[in-house]
């Protein structure tokens, strides 16, 4: 297994069980004697309030990683991600149930501090670490581990129903305990990124961990050294890059508002409307819809370096709405459908875009500012969604159907790919226009402005950046 495989497995430990598992901890019969029986808007916002803190932390997250590394950030957002779990596990102890009911949400928004700072982290170190012809597969490893933890989550629930008293909805807790704790350790021995290293003007350290070969096109990306985060995102809007990091934020928007932990966090109730009544079926089938992620993230292992971003974004989101308008009619069958389709294609390729059509010295600012976006997206679904579903069960399908629909017609519209792109040599493509294009008719990527070799301070001339650019690829 190359190195860098072994370094981003690690790194995507962090945080995997939460989603499969927490749906499911408040449909279990032993969490209403602690909680109280919760109403659907309280429901939505003890679901979401992991989600509300790294919409805020995640605008400082990008500059929290450029400052004390890649794996530095992913090992402090682990530890105060398991700080806020371990609340949580110790919720209910001794206590009325208005306390235990405060106490767990303010465990949930510690959590979802840590995971504002890890995750952003997680998805650059990716990036970084791999080579340009595998980033889609170590798009997918991550996109794995995520899979891999909803799976446990679910069966580990499903597991735990028969357990009487209370550790029947801690023993999730207690295992994100343990795994926060087993990676805040762990990643601190993993290399850099040499990018970071060459960053932050670490040049001898970065020709030792990787790709020297790469240093040359490197330099100009990271020349200027560090700047405030404020400054980043105001770069990031600059002229050459205001439109692909708009493009950023819409992927990540589109990505949480097309439904997808609208399903996840809630399976076990739409598993029961679907006609599974009892509570051991429909913790079972979300289960199974565990499985069926972890499944077909490994088939689209394949697709994501093969099809390239562009096309299977645009054909992954056309099954996606299709299956989520019918959903009404065959709940089940098309869940599993909506699931197979974001696995294979959403779920991996849209960070991956995020991160590499970026230059080096807004990649982090970027990342982080979309997850901001996602975040907040995915609160709005997880917060709305069981009030949608007691109001009226058929909604949400034809919503986020509508969502899926507007993304595909965008990204047919102004989508660039960037498969295969050099993930430095991004940073000097200030043109990676998006421009209008037809899949299968247009396979250009704009070439560089002469306003771009400016604003990164080069005297070069068009022709010789273009024979530079030439070489290094």
């Given amino acids: 297994m190359p190195p860098y495989v072994r370094c981003v497995c690690f790194a995507s430990l962090a945080g995997i069980f939460d989603t ?8 279990m019969d032993d969490f209403a004697p602690t909680f109280g029986k919760l109403s659907a808007t309280v429901q939505g916002l003890f679901v979401s309030a992991i989600l509300i803190p790294p919409a805020i932390i995640s605008f400082g997250s990008g500059s929290i990683a450029d400052r004390i590394s890649r794996t530095h950030a992913i090992s402090l957002g682990c530890a105060v991600y398991g700080t806020g779990s371990l609340i949580c596990l110790l919720a209910g102890i001794k206590m009325s149930q208005a306390s235990a009911l405060a106490m767990v949400f303010v465990g949930r928004c510690i959590s979802g501090a840590g995971e504002g ?19 889609g597969r170590v798009g997918c490893i991550m996109q794995l581990f995520i899979c891999i ?23 999730p807790w207690i295992l994100q305990c343990l795994t926060c704790l087993v990676t805040a350790v762990g990643v601190r021995f993993l290399p850099h990124s040499p990018r970071w290293l060459l960053h932050v003007g670490r040049r001898a350290e970065a020709e030792e961990e990787q790709m020297a070969q790469e240093l040359a096109a490197q330099e100009l990306a990271a020349r200027g050294g560090w700047r405030h985060h404020v400054d980043q995102f105001k770069q990031a809007f600059a002229p050459g890059l205001r439109g692909r990091t708009s493009m950023a934020l819409f992927m990540l928007a589109v990505q949480q508002l097309g439904g997808i932990d609208g399903i996840l966090y809630y399976s076990p109730v739409l598993f029961e409307q679907a006609g599974l009544s009892s509570q051991s079926a429909s913790f079972l089938a979300s289960g ?19 099809w390239g971003r562009r096309t299977a974004l645009i054909w992954g989101g056309t099954v996606m709405a299709t299956a989520t308008t019918a959903g009404n009619h065959a709940v089940i069958a098309f869940i599993f459908i909506y699931f197979i389709a974001f696995v294979t294609t959403w779920a991996i390729l849209m960070r991956i875009w995020v991160s590499e059509a970026q230059p080096v010295q807004t990649r982090a600012s970027v990342s982080s500012l979309a997850l901001t976006t996602n975040w907040g997206c995915n609160w709005i679904v997880a917060f709305t969604t069981p009030m949608f579903l007691e109001a009226y069960p058929n909604g949400p399908y034809f919503l986020w159907a509508a969502c899926t629909w507007v993304s595909v017609g965008v990204f047919v519209l102004w989508l660039p790919e960037t498969k295969g792109m050099n993930v430095d040599m ?8 998006l421009e209008v294009s037809i899949p299968g008719l247009s396979k250009r990527i704009a070439q560089p402005q002469a306003s771009t070799a400016a604003a990164l301070g080069t005297k070069e001339g068009e022709g010789q950046r273009a024979e530079k650019q030439q070489a290094a690829v």
Avoid: H
């Fill in 20 to 27: 499969g598992s927490i749906g499911p901890i408040t449909e």
């Fill in 117 to 135: 700072i890890f995750l952003s982290a997680v998805t650059v170190y990716g990036i970084e670490v791999a080579p340009q012809d595998q980033r």
């Fill in 149 to 171: 933890g909803i799976m446990v989550g679910y069966f580990v629930c499903y597991g735990s129903l028969n357990i009487d008293g209370s550790l029947s909805w801690r023993l």
């Fill in 288 to 306: 199974v819809t565990g499985i069926v992620n972890v499944v077909f993230t490994l088939v689209g292992q394949s697709i994501s370096d093969r």
């Fill in 426 to 433: 991004a940073g000097q493509q200030g043109g990676l226009k």
